[in-house]
């Protein structure tokens, strides 16, 4: 492996949304540092968080119709059902739901679960509860995403703001026609994502595993894989 190709896997690219921010962090290290030396190496440390925390590595994902994927970086937090949030228009049945919770260290770029086109997105107003407890996925601040195959399945998408968590950016609109794992937003800093699966789908991840935006498979659209057991070792 070339040195370029080694320097560019340690170092991943920052997605543009984070210069911003990592410039802000950098001016604000020098002034303090005028004001006194050591706030410099402080505020130098924050501002590499800060580069860190925007990350977007490149994945490599299944092209494969049937498959989820997950949308993103995190632990598993929640495989059972529960009621999708009233904007999807999922109905008001309990669908399979996978949640995953981003800590701040996580990568934060979110991706699309499936192959499909957006018919609906929706943003509603809420709390910022610590987003790895459930009632987070009902009560904070959210931006809900429909999408649905070329076979007609639909997948709802929920991106959850958490306790530090105050933005979340979206990149892509209704209409828009996705890859399975195109990026889709960014959430500020910390939070979860829930996805919705069609009734009678089993999760393929278990409550605890990590998961990779892109990569690690959710669960299967067409049933070939049967509810996966397991345990911590």
Not at 43 to 56: E, S
Not at 154 to 179: D, N, S
Not at 202 to 225: C, K, S
Request: aromatic share 8%; charged share 20%; proline share 9%.
């Amino acid at each position: 492996m070339s040195a370029p190709g080694t320097l560019s896997s340690v170092l991943p690219p920052i997605h543009r949304a984070g210069w911003p921010f990592i410039a802000a962090f950098l001016v604000a290290a020098i002034l303090l540092g005028l004001l006194w030396a050591p706030l410099f190496w402080l505020g130098l440390l924050a501002t590499l968080w800060c580069a860190y925390f925007f990350r977007d590595p490149v994945r490599v994902t299944p092209d494969d119709p049937a498959l989820v994927v997950s949308p993103a970086d995190g632990v598993v937090v929640t495989t059972a059902e529960r009621v999708p949030p009233p904007e999807l228009e999922l109905g008001d049945r309990p669908l399979p739901c996978i949640g995953i919770f981003m800590n701040v260290f996580d990568v934060h770029v979110n991706r699309t679960p499936v192959i499909g086109t957006v018919v609906r997105r929706a943003y509603h107003p809420g709390k910022f509860l610590n987003a790895s407890f459930d009632k987070a996925s009902d009560e904070n601040e959210r931006q809900s995403w429909k999408i649905r195959t070329a076979s007609g399945r639909e997948i709802g998408l929920v991106q959850i703001a958490g306790l530090v968590a105050r933005r979340i950016v979206p990149f892509v609109g209704e209409g828009a026609v996705l890859a399975a794992g195109q990026r889709v937003g960014l959430i500020r800093f910390g939070s979860r994502c829930d996805v919705y699966l069609p009734e009678g789908v089993e999760p393929l991840v278990l409550v605890g595993q990590r998961a990779l935006a892109g990569e690690t498979v959710l669960a299967d659209l067409f049933g070939n894989q049967p509810k996966r057991q397991g345990r911590a070792s």
